[in-house]
């Protein structure tokens, strides 16, 4: 059992001596002992192949997936790509046609931008990051997702998070940041604010479709970027150089 395990039981056990006389046992006092993991933590090595294998697992469901009826017209699923210990998580919305041909994220023109987009703050999917979307097939004619289609394709974004660990999330679009939240909240609204995902950081943007639709969002969208990269070096100074600092490796050619 790890030192942080003992401390979370110390504090439940704690929490139940206090139920028969309404406070808290002599036996466990406020501050918690000095505890020790029973064994040495694993090498970084070692939970980058743990990771990989629960990634690897969780695509292979992903691919299979008949949730919904989005399933149905799919080429492929597309799970996401990237590193296995990234500092950040890019969610946006769903796969369109590219996407749904090659099965990786953000691989037509959007993603190209949305590449110089996450180079112009020293983020790379190649590095660093990590790209998902909250529907993992691509909905007709590239809709908005329905929120049946949303809500089946939930616990796949959910595993993501709890497998990879990034430092920060960064939302691209409307329907990424809402999902995320559960809010109704235009992107105008939620944009260029520090926001929070299960104590994860979060921040939303414009996505990159917009973009190329209409320029005048480029500048507020470069805003919101550079506060993203300021609250990032303030958690990780060093965010830049994953490969030492954080151990990140490519997440191979699938996505």
């Not at 590219?98 to 983020?123: H, S």
């Not at 999902?179 to 939303?204: E, F, H, V």
């Not at 609250?231 to 997440?251: E, G, K, R, T």
Request: net charge neutral; proline share 9%.
């Amino acid at each position: 059992m790890t030192a942080q395990e003992k401390h979370q039981l110390y504090s439940l056990l704690r929490t139940l001596s206090a139920w028969p006389q309404g406070y808290p046992s002599a036996s466990f006092p406020k501050t918690a002992p000095e505890f020790q993991d029973d064994m040495p933590a694993p090498s970084p090595q070692h939970e980058l192949e743990q990771r990989q294998e629960a990634i690897s697992r969780l695509e292979e469901q992903i691919r299979q997936c008949q949730r919904c009826k989005l399933c149905q017209g799919r080429t492929q699923a597309v799970p996401g790509t990237g590193v296995l210990h990234p500092v950040v998580l890019v969610v946006g919305e769903g796969p369109g046609a590219d996407e749904d041909t090659q099965g990786l994220p953000f691989v037509g023109v959007a993603g190209q931008l949305l590449d110089k987009m996450l180079a112009a703050i020293n983020l790379s999917r190649s590095t660093n990051c990590y790209i998902a979307n909250i529907v993992k097939c691509r909905p007709p004619r590239n809709r908005d997702p329905e929120p049946e289609e949303s809500d089946a394709c939930r616990s796949y974004l959910e595993a993501q998070i709890a497998i990879l660990k990034p430092a920060m999330i960064l939302a691209v679009g409307r329907i990424a940041i809402q999902n995320l939240l559960g809010t109704s909240q235009g992107i105008g609204q939620l944009r260029g604010r520090l926001l929070d995902y299960n104590s994860i950081p979060l921040m939303a943007t414009y996505h990159p479709s917009a973009l190329l639709r209409n320029q005048d969002l480029k500048r507020p969208a470069w805003e919101d970027l550079k506060l993203f990269k300021n609250h990032l070096a303030q958690i990780l100074p060093d965010y830049d150089q994953p490969f030492l600092q954080h151990q990140s490796q490519p997440q191979g050619s699938r996505g």
